[in-house]
C-alpha cells in the first residue's frame, strides 16, 4: 500500500448515525468516534411538506431533505449549503421498490439501500459508508475521505434512510 494512501486513510474522519434512526420524536444526532454529537437532525413528521433539517454544532441550518408532496412516486430532494445536490427518486416497477440517486457530478457505487457504498466525486473517492456495529448501537459509519463532503455525505446517509423509513412506512398494512 502506499504511503500517501495509508497516511490519509489513517486520518479519515469517522462519523456514525444510528440505525432505523426515525423515531415519532423526529431528533437525533451524529456522533463521531468519541461519540460526541457532531450535526443535529430535526424531522417535522406532522407538516407538509416533511422535512428533515441537519444542524452543527452551532445550531445552524448546514443542508435540508425534503420530501415532495404532490407527486406520483416519492421524491426526495437534499440541499446542502441552499443548493440542490441530490434528488433520490423511486421508479415504476411492478415488483421490488427500486430508487434511483441523481447528483450532479457525485456517483454512488455499491449496495446504498443496505448502507454499503461509496460515494465518488470526479473519480475520486471522497467517503465510505457501511453498517458498523458500534459501542452504542447499530450504526451506519460514515468514513469522510475529501472534508469538504462531509456534509453532503451525511446529509445523503440520512436522505436515504428516510427514503428506506418512508418505504417501509409505506408497504406496511395499515392497522
Not at 422535512?51 to 425534503?66: C, G, H, P, W
Request: aromatic share 14%; charged share 25%.
Amino acid at each position: 500500500m502506499h504511503v500517501d494512501t495509508y497516511q490519509r486513510r489513517k486520518s479519515m474522519k469517522q462519523l456514525y448515525i444510528k440505525q432505523k434512526v426515525f423515531s415519532l420524536s423526529g431528533k437525533f444526532t451524529v456522533k463521531d468516534q468519541e461519540e460526541k454529537d457532531v450535526y443535529y437532525v430535526e424531522g417535522s413528521f406532522m407538516r407538509v411538506p416533511k422535512t428533515f433539517s441537519i444542524m452543527n454544532e452551532s445550531s445552524d441550518e448546514v443542508a435540508l431533505i425534503t420530501k415532495k408532496t404532490f407527486s406520483f412516486l416519492p421524491k426526495f430532494f437534499v440541499s446542502v449549503g441552499g443548493q440542490e445536490l441530490f434528488t433520490i427518486k423511486k421508479e415504476p416497477s411492478f415488483f421490488k421498490a427500486r430508487y434511483t440517486i441523481d447528483a450532479a457530478g457525485i456517483e454512488v457505487q455499491g449496495n446504498w439501500w443496505d448502507m454499503n457504498f461509496q460515494v465518488y466525486q470526479h473519480g475520486e473517492v471522497v467517503g465510505k459508508v457501511s453498517k458498523e456495529w458500534f459501542t452504542w448501537g447499530d450504526s451506519y459509519k460514515v468514513e469522510i475521505v475529501d472534508e469538504e463532503m462531509e456534509t453532503s455525505l451525511i446529509a445523503l446517509v440520512v436522505a436515504i434512510d428516510c427514503v428506506k423509513a418512508d418505504q417501509a412506512a409505506a408497504s406496511s398494512p395499515a392497522t
